[in-house]
């Protein structure tokens, strides 16, 4: 297996590129493994990948339908951060947001963690007192966060719309430094291949058609390729989770999937350097640069119920109008292509990471819009779930009985409303 | 490449000559030039460089496929970046410079990486920058100079200073395409009674027509029948995408330079009953070494250069191809007197046109000429694929035709996937169910008299002819190999992504296409993969032992060609990017000395200062004056709901938590309403009119979201109910009157209505009459003082104003606005926006005895589920410093510790300084609440702002408790 | 662009309406037990295909729709008024 570094690409670079190893292994299935983990995107790879660094299981497969990372993970607008407010969540995504500080170094493969930082722009008053108790939650937390006012914030990124015409005006931001984006394909393609590396099997154009149980315990899936036993089956399948829990006779959860919308443009030469979420009355937009240069950027949800990859005009619309109103200088900037994910949208807006009524089956789940940035961590805590057939203490809150019990991690105070999350 | 013009014909106008720049060069054109035809006349060979190894690009297409003329036009606000110069129309004083280079894209220092360039292999990003350092620091310093290589064009950092907008069309038949087939298809369709819009990206009409020698003439008239049917015909305009329910989003480039007042660019949203695309084919290249070099070009396109606007594309021809296609472009080239050699890779093909020297089995392998072209080494392909270099022809113009690739882009995004087609061996768009038909050159059929009958067909909804082989079929080729050296061959000249690149990928296990892609960056530029989404599948189906059928294409998304983000807004942009809501009172508080403030999409009323106060000054001043004497306050922004009917009590009753069935005419009450998950939603008041009349009012923020809920729960759960909703919310303008004058206030301005306690006492109603216009008022109190509320028609709202106003300045009454009105509830201890924030239950806000217990309601069955019931959940209380001078936060956290390591006890929601108490009080919500805290000390938390501060824990109702001011 | 028939106002673009979620959700009574309210709060079946739903014609006629629509491909069938005195008045009429 070769070892990626600076060495190692000159050397290639003079022999022609001929001594590449494939990323990762094509293996035929083994007729049992240790864990089954169904779900080949960032979720389910990090998942593996841990449950064999960690824990030691190495007799580990990982199932994807089609190909890895081809769901949510490669297709989010890539922010990193740690700024929820909610106790627990603000601790599990800053140990996201940790585990991502030395990703590359740990997977031996660059996913492009940039610590290029987030404003999270206000416009209102009541706004900044909103965000103050965000920066304060965060520092509280350990988290680095600051409270800019509308100077500091025109300083750092001065093409925003600071005039009199803006409709909403910006009043300052949240800045967390040590937030900002990482190259979403590349870190399927890195957990893949570090987890092939401690002896993971990935199956690839391998679709689960079944969910094996004897009394009422788990014993493995029905696989497009045959019947594959485990002891354990986890599921990381964000916008499939009804669909795959239903084999296990889970026919309902409180999920919904929704489909959210994301765009990129042209490439340019540097335009933006931090990543700058907007959150005016009505309107929810949040946008960086690509390495590559292309601007990345989404809003809302497209507000229904939906399978389909694919948005509608309003929201593109939608989404444009907010793209001016903070950066009048896109206008003659063109859209290149957009495209739309299925979001496991919660009932309450925050994933779900649990033992199931099937012993030994565990789901990980409902991450709304704000999985990619998991990655890391959840595959972290889902490995632990797993492996201890117990939840740690950053994973007891996310339990799937919260909602029955009332016990709902509600982010933005929405309700049991999934849309609105 | 040197072009130069030709002495006639073209579908230019010599009479209109045009001035234009490029990198501060001038040159001229004509009327109905594109920018790159115009280039290409005046002989600009090298206009661009590639994305990653900086190699000199000219011009090669004559649509929006081009890979190498991608200019920046325009300069300072007006710049527009990434601009592919074949679709381009040429205007005067257009001004334009080369991409992507330094100091110009003729000398360009990036250059160097072409050195590297073997060390720059697709995805060699991955492996190394990551640095040896832990964490991101290495990273993020390479991050900095990739970012600066990266990208195309720079973008203007000055908003763009034209307009756009948006505008809405419906029609019968909606054609894509102005070549052949689709001005066939109009006609039928418009010859059937059908309304059709004819949408053409083009700026001018006529697709492939204008390629070709004598089409021209064909097109024109073509277009005059299509004008005198009644076709609406939209040149300029680009169906960039088409979605659900075959929707159509169209951009229509309306000016080039619309000045002060015109427009730019215009969306479409078209709402066709039927569609047909006729949106032509794409032709591919052939990979082979140096492709990528100044003056290899699209062989087609040289036949739209020579024959629409008039330039030979250079002085000595070589065309490459594997179909019939290219043997027009030669016949072409012959009559514009360039000296052309026509190598064919297949063993035979049709007659050599007169003059074309022709050689069967014969490929081009690589280019020659170090920074433009000067020849190509071509040779015989063998038997296994691959060839060997015979000789070289010299040319400064080499014309290539790997073949055509339909446009399937628009079917695609509808969802079907393209299919493989081994007949014209390109993908032909899936089946569809919806009414979408392809025809011409888009569906595979490319002879021009089955293109016009294919395109009827599709007018009219009927069969028509399937691709066909003919009698010379086209040669599946892809890629030329070579023995022995290496040679860059391109398959993505913008992306620089080459053939052995996806062979890498392929080696590394980057089978799957979508990684193909993802991992090589292939067709992931600005031309979506137009010209080298074939070529990389065929080469990964190759590489990787597979079919073309089996390797699949990528999903093509929309825009089909990039379109600007502001015409997506439209007029959506600045002040009109949300509405801005204005009470009925604006103008007059406006005109009183209001500062107003934004809440939600309303503005209200934030304080009125006198001269040189700041907002802390007016709002404690006018405070005091609500508590001294009296204050008015424009409340309008309320949500006003009527709920009328036999059984609107009932309907209450189960809506709130507290009961109304039983409320008297002519009496107010306060409620809360509790989400389906039993928690607290939303407050107001509700007041009885009549039997069967009442009206709600709601918060601000909950206006709509009550009123659509109530509507829901009438129209789906409780059918039943006699119930009818009427929003009066934009309709009815409100006035807080507040204070110990209040009554004298509105005892001066209306005769008819006894305001006396015994005859008006708290919670009453009654209807009167101010500034003769029919009121209602009600005596609440937000305040705590003695207090009403007087709701008018929004018509009348200013001469009430005016009326209670000119009775309350004599009393030392004030204007108050939004900052007094939440200092004052603060002080009073009502929950507002800040505590009714979706996590709260009535228990939590100390609201649990209002809930019936003799009811059922809304959110009731799971209020009191174990996790709602839990001791520590956040519970209200009411906060003030320990040190009186000291002024408090909201936003702070709440804990015994001064040294948080985690969410601590809890957070003060709101904040005020008090002039009552002399000190700032605020309201909190904190794990166990009262019955746990009350008259401890917490430290509040505040590292974004003030740091530490020693608190107090109290009763929120830190203001007249009793409610003896507000009652007496 | 979904486009949605509303049976009072005719076939309007989605973005007229607001979505309301599973329309095959029955609420209990106000008084049922936790467990039933539970269900019909939290739980939903979330189908990939056909699934019906409400939508609230908001800026447009105000009434609560059920419409059938596919969740894959957004298909719309059969669009009905949710209050069961219009849908009975529509289909006699009809």
């Not at chain 1, 497209?302 to 399978?307: E, K, M, V």
């Not at chain 2, 019968?172 to 309304?195: F, H, I, M, N, W």
Request: charged share 20%.
């Amino acid at each position: 297996m070769s070892h990626y570094s600076v060495w190692s690409v000159l050397r290639e670079g003079l022999r022609g590129q001929t001594g590449w190893d494939r990323a990762w292994r094509d293996p035929e299935p083994k007729s049992e493994y240790d864990v089954v983990i169904v779900g080949g995107g960032g979720h389910g790879l990090a998942t593996a990948y841990y449950l064999a660094k960690n824990h030691g299981i190495t007799n580990v497969a990982v199932v994807e339908k089609g190909w890895l990372g081809g769901g949510n993970t490669g297709r989010n607008t890539t922010i990193v951060r740690s700024n929820y407010v909610q106790p627990v969540s603000t601790q599990f995504y800053e140990h996201s947001v940790q585990l991502w500080e030395n990703l590359s170094h740990d997977l031996n493969y660059n996913v492009m963690f940039s610590q290029r930082g987030q404003l999270g722009l206000f416009h209102t008053p009541a706004a900044r007192d909103g965000q103050a108790k965000r920066v304060n939650t965060m520092r509280a937390c350990g988290i680095d966060a600051e409270l800019l006012n509308r100077e500091q914030v025109q300083a750092m990124v001065p093409h925003l719309d600071y005039s009199g015409n803006a409709r909403f005006p910006i009043l300052g931001a949240v800045l967390q430094r040590r937030a900002g984006t990482a190259r979403h394909d590349a870190v399927a393609w890195g957990f893949a291949r570090a987890a092939d590396r401690l002896g993971v099997d990935i199956l690839q154009q391998t679709e689960v058609q079944g969910i094996l149980r004897e009394g009422g315990r788990v014993t493995g899936v029905e696989t497009s390729r045959g019947t594959i036993r485990a002891k354990k089956v986890g599921v990381a399948v964000a916008g499939s989770t009804g669909h795959v829990m239903a084999m296990a006779g889970i026919e309902r959860l409180p999920i919904e999937s929704h489909k959210l919308q994301a765009f990129v443009s042209e490439p340019l030469k540097p335009l933006l350097d931090y990543v700058i979420g907007y959150g005016a009355p009505g309107a929810h937009f949040y946008i960086s640069q690509s390495d590559k240069g292309g601007m990345v950027f989404g809003g809302d949800l497209d507000f229904y119920n939906s399978y389909a990859q694919r948005g509608n005009l309003p929201i593109v619309q939608d989404v444009a109008e907010c793209a001016m109103a903070i950066m009048p200088c896109l206008g003659r900037v063109k859209l290149l292509r957009h495209w739309a994910g299925i979001m496991d949208m919660s009932m309450d807006g925050t994933h779900i990471m649990s033992k199931t009524p099937v012993e030994h089956l565990y789901m990980n789940a409902g991450w709304c819009s704000g999985g990619f940035k998991a990655t890391p961590a959840s595959g972290w805590h889902f490995a632990d779930l797993i492996a201890n057939d117990r939840p740690d203490d950053l994973t007891a809150a996310f339990s799937l009985d919260r909602f029955e019990r009332g016990y709902v991690i509600d982010e933005k105070g929405m309700g049991p409303t999934p849309k609105l999350h | 490449m040197s072009g130069y013009r030709l002495d006639q014909g073209g579908l230019i106008d010599r009479a209109d000559p045009l001035t234009f720049t490029f990198d501060g060069t001038e040159y001229q054109g004509f009327g109905g030039d594109s920018l790159a035809s115009a280039l290409m006349a005046n002989g600009v060979d090298v206009v661009g460089r590639g994305f990653k190894y900086h190699r000199p690009r000219g011009v090669m297409s004559a649509g929006v496929e081009e890979g190498g003329a991608i200019l920046t036009v325009g300069s300072g606000r007006f710049r527009e970046p990434n601009v592919k110069a074949p679709v381009q129309p040429l205007y005067q004083g257009l001004v334009s410079s080369g991409q992507n280079a330094w100091p110009s894209v003729r000398r360009d220092v990036g250059r160097i990486n072409d050195v590297m360039k073997r060390f720059l292999a697709a995805g060699f990003y991955y492996k190394t920058f990551f640095g040896v350092r832990g964490g991101t620091k290495d990273w993020m310093l390479f991050e900095k100079v990739i970012r600066r290589a990266a990208g195309m064009g720079r973008a203007s950092r000055a908003p763009d200073p034209d307009r756009y907008e948006t505008a809405h069309a419906t029609c019968d038949l909606l054609v894509v395409g102005s070549g052949p087939a689709g001005l066939a298809a109009a006609k039928a369709a418009a010859g059937a009674g059908k309304d059709v819009i004819l949408a053409e990206q083009d700026f001018t009409l006529g697709g492939s027509f204008l390629a070709r020698s004598g089409g021209i003439e064909q097109a024109v008239a073509a277009i005059e029948g299509l004008r005198a049917a009644g076709v609406t015909i939209m040149p300029r305009t680009c169906v960039f995408g088409l979605y659900d329910g075959c929707v159509a989003g169209m951009i229509e480039q309306v000016s080039d330079d619309p000045g002060l007042h015109g427009v730019r660019q215009r969306t479409w949203v078209v709402r066709p009953r039927e569609i047909v695309l006729a949106t032509g084919a794409i032709e591919q290249p052939l990979a082979f070494g140096n492709n990528d070099c100044p003056g290899v070009m699209q062989a087609g396109a040289v036949s739209t250069y020579l024959n629409r606007y008039a330039v030979a594309p250079g002085k000595r021809a070589v065309i490459a191809t594997t179909n019939d296609s290219a043997y027009a472009v030669a016949a072409d080239l012959v009559t514009a007197g360039i000296p052309v050699t026509l190598i064919d890779a297949r063993p035979s093909g049709p007659d050599a046109p007169e003059g074309v020297k022709v050689m069967h089995g014969t490929v081009p392998i690589r280019t020659t000429g170090s920074y433009v072209l000067e020849g190509v080494d071509v040779g015989p392909l063998a038997e296994d694929g691959y060839a060997t270099v015979s000789r070289t022809l010299p040319c400064d113009l080499l014309a290539v035709s790997g073949g055509w690739t339909p446009v399937v882009h628009l079917t695609s995004h509808r969802g079907p996937k393209p299919v493989w087609n081994d007949t014209i061996h390109g993908f032909l768009a899936g089946s569809t169910t919806e009414p979408i038909r392809t025809c011409g050159a888009a569906a595979g059929i490319y002879a021009h008299d089955d293109c016009v009958a294919s395109g009827q067909a599709a007018g009219t909804g009927d069969a028509g002819p399937q691709p066909e082989a003919g009698p010379h079929p086209a040669m599946p080729l892809y890629e030329i190999k070579t023995h022995g050296k290496k040679l860059k061959r391109f398959i993505d000249p913008q992306h620089d992504v080459t053939a052995d690149d996806v062979r890498l990928a392929e080696r590394e296990g980057f089978v799957s296409i979508e990684h193909n892609k993802r991992y090589t960056t292939l067709g992931m530029a600005t031309d979506q993969g137009k010209v080298g989404n074939i070529i990389g599948i065929a080469i990964m189906a190759d590489a990787s032992g597979r079919t073309i059928a089996e390797t699949g294409t990528t999903t093509f998304r929309p825009p089909y060609s990039p379109i600007s983000i502001g015409a997506l807004a439209g007029r959506g942009t600045y002040m009109h990017f949300r509405p801005v809501r204005r009470t009925p009172l604006h103008e007059w508080n406006l005109a009183n000395g209001a500062v107003m403030t934004d809440a939600g999409l309303w503005k209200r009323p934030w304080y009125f200062p006198l001269e040189g106060e700041s907002v802390d000054d007016a709002y404690i001043r006018e405070m005091k004056a609500v508590r001294a004497t009296v204050g008015l306050c424009d409340v309008s922004s309320l949500g006003k709901i009527m709920v009328q009917g036999p059984d609107a009590g009932d309907f209450l009753n189960r809506v709130y938590v507290n009961g109304f069935a039983k409320l008297p005419v002519g009496k107010a009450r306060y409620g809360v309403m509790l989400r389906d998950d039993g928690m607290v939603y939303d407050d107001g008041t509700v007041w009885r009119m009549s039997d069967t009349d009442f009206l709600m009012t709601t918060t601000t923020a909950n206006a709509a979201g009550v009123m659509a809920k109530l509507e829901e729960l009438l129209q789906t759960r409780w059918p039943d109910l006699k119930v009818q909703l009427t929003s009066v919310s934009d309709q009815w303008a409100g006035i807080a009157v507040a204070g110990p004058k209040s009554r004298e206030t509105l005892q001066a301005v209306t005769t008819d209505c006894d305001l006396s306690d015994a005859a008006f006492p708290f919670m009453g109603i009654r209807e009167a009459r101010i500034a003769g216009a029919d009121v209602w008022i009600a005596r609440i109190s937000f305040s705590g003082e003695r207090a009403f509320e007087v709701y008018v028609r929004g018509g009348a709202a200013d001469a009430v104003m005016q009326a209670l106003w000119d009775a309350a300045r004599p009393l030392d009454g004030v204007l108050y606005g939004t900052e007094a009105l939440g200092a004052l509830r603060i002080e009073k201890g009502h929950v507002a926006g800040s505590e009714l924030d979706g996590r709260t239950s009535l228990h939590d806000l100390g609201l649990g005895g209002m809930a019936s217990s003799k009811k059922a309601f809304i959110g009731k069955a799971m209020m009191d589920r174990e996790g709602m019931r839990d001791p520590d959940r956040l519970q209200l209380v009411g906060v003030a410093p320990v040190d009186a001078s000291r002024r408090l936060r909201a936003g702070a956290l709440l804990d015994t510790r001064t040294d948080l390591i985690d969410h601590g006890q809890g957070f003060i929601t709101a904040v005020t300084d008090s002039p009552d108490l002399g000190h700032w009080i605020g309201l909190a919500l904190v794990k166990g609440g009262l019955e746990r805290w009350e008259g401890k000390e917490m430290t509040s938390y505040d590292p974004a702002r003030d740091g530490n501060t020693a608190v107090r824990i109290l009763s929120p109702h830190f203001f007249d408790p009793k409610g003896e001011r507000m009652h007496g | 662009m979904i486009r949605i028939t509303c049976p009072f106002c005719g076939e309007r673009d989605h973005s007229e309406f607001s979505y309301g979620g599973d329309a095959t959700v029955a609420y209990p009574a106000l008084d049922a037990s936790v467990e039933d309210w539970n269900e019909a709060v939290y739980l939903r079946s979330n189908p990939r295909g056909p699934h019906k739903e409400y939508w609230h014609h908001l800026n447009g006629c105000r009434a609560w729709l059920i419409v059938e629509r596919d969740t894959l491909t957004h298909e719309v069938g059969k669009v009905e008024f949710a209050h069961p005195g219009l849908r009975n008045a529509v289909r006699t009429s009809v």
